[in-house]
């Protein structure tokens, strides 16, 4: 079976009443930050946190009476196997989703509560899709592939639809991917709606697994990404050929560009996404000449994203941007040093939120020590402002982790 529009315009009457039509909305500030008219389809305000219940229903849906009264099964660390979980449990149809070992306990609870049973196997996802396909050989089930899947195409294809009748005249959309199933669907939607449209792939630079399948280069991915969502290391053959003749190019991002999407989104929009859903962002911030003047839209594909996570990326925002800083101030190892340095930095007006003393710890002289202080501050002139006040007194000082800002004494 080819995926044709034809299939994509009945999933969306299908999916009608059973999934969010999630908004698709301008954003005024990201598009003064990139030199674009910019459109974000909130795919986040999924149920279930990701555009992977589209593909799952229609897949789920497509089944006849002895696929359901087998049931599926299903390989997923995160938002596949929630889709799945969700919308088996709505039709009535057990699911068994594996996930491997390492995946978050959080997630399998999730899956746990949505209503499918949760068997953890694998020390790699690839282990646990293989369980996956023996328990679905052992049991009559049927495998829900999270993309190398005609009906999962297809569902995908339906958020392409709702993004150009939304707005018709958008000149690209940018697509987060990892195996190639969301890719696929827009583009063959997108196409057949306007073919003069550009669909643009947008991979983590660690996993570019179909940016070096469609440019012939050797496979090679791997490392530790926060866009663990498209973090996958081989394409499906359904995908591969319809990235091959509809998508007009892959662009990759780096970790921090990806971090940096995810900050202004939740900063600017208001909206928490994970790092995969944060990868179309990240193309037109990394990009921008080639998306200069035109009019982008960009799907913010889930929004699953760990709290330890974001709470990291948050930190991590304040500290490049000169709003946390740890300083190391050269004292005097006598009363009332650290009276006077707390003094200097509060008429600065920065807040003391943390104090330390290093004095085994050093190799200053026995009567001297390193003061570490960490400091809530406005900007990285405001840093400087502290730095120079404290040197104008004899205090030399030094910023830990944050080489950008020096004192200009």
């Not at 009476?65 to 660390?77: F, I, K, L, N, Y």
């Not at 594996?98 to 999730?110: L, S």
């Not at 049991?139 to 009906?151: A, L, Q, Y």
Request: net charge negative; glycine share 10%; hydrophobic share 45%.
């Amino acid at each position: 079976m080819a995926v044709t529009f034809a299939d994509i315009e009945t999933a969306c009457e299908l999916i009608k009443g059973a999934l969010v039509p999630t908004p698709c909305l301008p954003s005024r500030t990201l598009s003064d930050i990139a030199g674009a008219q910019v459109f974000l389809k909130f795919e986040n305000l999924q149920y279930t946190g990701a555009f992977k219940e589209r593909g799952a229903l229609v897949k789920l849906a497509s089944l006849d009476p002895r696929e359901r009264a087998a049931g599926v099964a299903a390989m997923s660390a995160g938002n596949h196997a929630q889709a799945v979980a969700y919308h088996a449990h709505r039709l009535g149809i057990d699911a068994t989703i594996v996930m491997p070992k390492g995946t978050p306990q959080v997630k399998a609870q999730n899956t746990q509560r949505l209503g499918a049973k949760v068997v953890l196997e694998g020390d790699s996802v690839e282990a646990a899709a293989a369980r996956a396909h023996d328990i679905a050989r052992e049991r009559g089930m049927t495998f829900v592939h999270p993309f190398d899947d005609e009906k999962i195409i297809v569902g995908q294809g339906t958020m392409a639809v709702e993004m150009l009748t939304d707005f018709p005249d958008l000149d690209v959309i940018v697509v987060p991917i990892g195996g190639g199933g969301l890719i696929s669907g827009v583009a063959v939607a997108a196409k057949a709606i306007k073919p003069a449209i550009e669909v643009l792939g947008v991979q983590a630079a660690l996993y570019p697994a179909m940016y070096q399948a469609i440019k012939g280069l050797p496979t090679k991915s791997g490392g530790r990404t926060i866009a663990e969502g498209i973090a996958v290391t081989s394409v499906g053959e359904y995908t591969r050929s319809i990235v091959a003749r509809l998508v007009d190019d892959i662009v990759l991002v780096g970790e921090e560009q990806l971090e940096y999407a995810v900050q202004l989104l939740l900063e600017i929009e208001k909206t928490v996404v994970e790092g995969a859903g944060a990868a179309a962002l990240a193309a037109v911030l990394a990009h921008p000449e080639r998306f200069a003047g035109h009019r982008v839209g960009l799907i913010l594909s889930g929004g699953n994203i760990d709290m330890r996570i974001l709470s990291s990326v948050i930190m991590r925002r304040l500290v490049r941007n000169g709003q946390l800083v740890r300083l190391r101030v050269e004292i005097d190892d006598t009363p009332g040093t650290l009276a006077r340095v707390s003094e200097i930095i509060g008429s600065t007006g920065a807040n003391i939120l943390e104090v330390y003393h290093q004095r085994a710890f050093s190799n200053l002289p026995v009567k001297s020590a390193d003061l570490d202080v960490v400091l809530e501050t406005r900007d990285t002139g405001h840093v400087r402002d502290i730095m120079d006040r404290l040197a104008a007194v004899g205090f030399k000082s030094v910023l830990l982790g944050n080489e950008t800002v020096t004192s200009s004494v």
